[in-house]
């Protein structure tokens, strides 16, 4: 017997007067009429005018590619064919065009293959997913002849039984629970089941349009949605990341907006970072607003578990002026208000935490419009209401500000402060705010106020503690009480004429008059309240973002 060789180059030669000439593929094949005509109803009906010479008919649309057409003559030759999960398809498709079927034949090219296709193929999951995916450029095809529809009933069965095949979950949702939202380990107990010489093929691998048909199967029959959550973020992470440019840049548009859609709207199913980088690369392909506002639900969902890096979103489009997405923050804040229906405030309190590190971040940046800074400290502070806690990240972002922005006006810098409250304060931030000129006179006497009040209230609690030991010891100072009481009265003293030069400020600043005396009265109440040392840097205060972690009063 000729070798496959041999009858390679035999198909382009011609060997006998019966012989017939084709060109498939743009390749000359010169074919044995006899063998053709057995074999396929299409080539007999063409052949039967065509009893010598050259045959001209156009094979524009014959599936397969060259490969695919030489195993099928070789099949008309008489020779074994070695079938495999990436030339089946295209040889069922390639046999069903040429009419190879049982009504011609009664050893037929398709059934040969498509028995070959359920019995070899469709019952594991690997060699699915090589034939899933030759059926890309043959889609209609496939479609017509069934092909698509047993792939995805044999993946959906398969991944119903074992989920496993679509990749390990980012956290155990058994234990979902008792998880602070940070753990994102695969499953371990799961894992100790796999053999380690079976690898399952990556669904990743398959085209868009079958990736798709493939997860809005399982999704409709219930497969686990952390599952499904990990496979779309894999094949996100594989063909839309933001490194990529050129003409790809549509098909990573495509990608990111189909992920979006099929990515389960439960809270918890990826980490935090994983949903911002998804963001990000909707935002860097120009996605749809859709897509982009679903992955801005999904992190207002679990924005506690981000950190102030994730909020650090490159700003778009031609005109960057400004350096971060200060929008696209505040519409994830307003997010998280909006479905946060814990009881716990800690929630609250995380993301408080961390859109005032946001807003230190972003208050330096020279482009920042004093509108959207306000807007978004005003966001944070409204979380601060509900909470007990001191506010001096917002003054040290506030800060950051005004140095940043000198040139503001003494109105501008009342309203970028005019969410700062000084009595949720802590007592060091308070007495760095008496000293900082970059603030609006107004807040500086406030401060200069609170301070006094907090010291007034630190004297009584360790008047009330004393007298409260010396009734336990039954040990009476009169001296010290006398002494005691002497410095209250003048406390109170000092808080009222504070008081007055409050409301005499207060009346000033409305009327317009600080410009002019606003300077000498000020150094005049540092003065009156020992507030004399020099003005300090904040950066060189001993004042930090987070001042003292307890809860305020």
């Keep these: 017997m000729q070798s496959l060789m041999e009858k390679d ?9 019966s012989d017939i000439h084709l060109r498939v593929h743009g390749r000359p094949y010169c074919l044995d009429r006899k063998r053709l005509i057995a074999r396929s109803g299409k080539l007999a009906i063409l052949l039967k005018d065509h009893k010598k010479g050259e045959l001209t008919y156009s094979f524009k649309d014959i599936p397969g590619d060259s490969t695919t ?45 498509l028995n070959f296709f359920h019995l070899k193929i469709l019952p594991l999951w690997n060699e699915s997913i ?21 792939c995805l009933d ?52 398959l085209s868009l349009r ?70 990000q690369s909707a935002i860097a392909f120009q996605a749809c607003s859709n897509c982009r506002h679903g992955f801005e639900m999904r992190i207002g969902k679990q924005l506690n578990e981000a950190k102030v890096e994730d909020l650090l979103i490159p700003s778009q489009g031609y005109a960057m002026e400004v350096q971060y997405d200060t929008d696209c923050v505040k519409r994830i804040l307003k997010n998280f208000y909006a479905n946060y229906t814990s009881s716990d405030p800690s929630g609250l309190i995380k993301v408080a935490e961390l859109i005032e590190d946001f807003l230190a971040k972003v208050a330096s940046d020279v482009h920042l419009t004093k509108d959207k800074f306000i807007s978004l400290a005003a966001i944070s502070v409204a979380t601060s209401i509900e909470t007990k806690r001191y506010t001096d990240g917002i003054y040290r972002a506030i800060d950051i500000y005004l140095d940043k922005h000198n040139y503001l006006t ?22 760095h705010a008496a000293q900082n000129k970059r603030l609006p006179l107004r807040v500086v006497v406030q401060a200069l106020f609170v301070g006094q009040l907090q010291l007034r209230d630190a004297i009584t609690s360790r008047v009330d503690d004393s007298a409260n030991g010396s009734q336990k010891e039954e040990v009476v100072d009169g001296g010290e009480s006398e002494e005691v009481r002497i410095e209250m009265e003048k406390m109170d003293n000092r808080v009222m004429e504070l008081e007055n030069e409050c409301d005499i400020m207060r009346r000033q600043i409305e009327k317009g008059e600080v410009k002019e005396k606003g300077s000498s009265r000020w150094k005049a109440l540092k003065r009156k309240f020992g507030c004399t040392s020099s003005i300090h840097d904040y950066n060189n205060c001993q004042v930090k973002k987070k001042v003292h972690p307890r809860n305020g009063a």
């Excluded at 008309?76 to 069922?92: D, K, M, R, S, W």
């Excluded at 090589?130 to 047993?150: C, I, N, P, R």
């Excluded at 044999?154 to 119903?160: D, E, I, T, W």
């Excluded at 496993?164 to 939202?181: A, I, M, V, Y």
């Design 154 to 205: 044999s993946l959906l069965s398969k991944a119903r039984l074992n989920p496993r095949h679509l990749g390990e979950p980012f956290k155990n949702p058994t234990h979902d629970d008792n998880s602070s939202g940070t753990d994102y380990r695969p499953n371990a107990r799961k894992r100790l089941f796999s053999l380690d010489h079976w690898q399952s093929e990556d669904l990743t691998s």
């Design 69 to 113: 057409f030489d195993l099928a003559i070789r099949f008309c030759y008489g020779f074994e064919l070695h079938l495999t999960a990436i030339n089946v398809v295209p040889l069922i498709c390639l046999a069903y065009y040429l009419d190879m079927t049982e009504d011609h034949s009664p050893r037929n090219l398709l059934n040969k293959t």
């Design 410 to 431: 003494e109105s501008e810098r009342e309203e970028v402060c005019q969410g700062l409250d000084c009595y949720k304060m802590s007592p060091e931030a308070c007495t």
């Design 210 to 279: 079958l990736y798709d048909l493939a997860l809005s199967k399982m999704i409709q029959n219930g497969v686990p949605s952390e599952y499904v959550a990990a496979s779309l973020s894999r094949y996100a992470k594989k063909w839309a990341h933001v490194k990529i440019t050129g003409e790809a840049v549509q098909d990573c548009k495509e990608v990111i907006e189909t992920v979006e859609k099929l990515l389960p709207d439960e809270a918890g199913l990826l980490p935090c970072r994983l949903l911002f980088e998804m963001l």
């Design 130 to 150: 090589k034939a899933f995916q030759t059926m890309e450029h043959l889609f209609q095809q496939s479609v017509h002849l069934g092909l698509v529809d047993s």
């Design 9 to 17: 180059n035999e198909f382009s030669k011609s060997s006998s007067p």
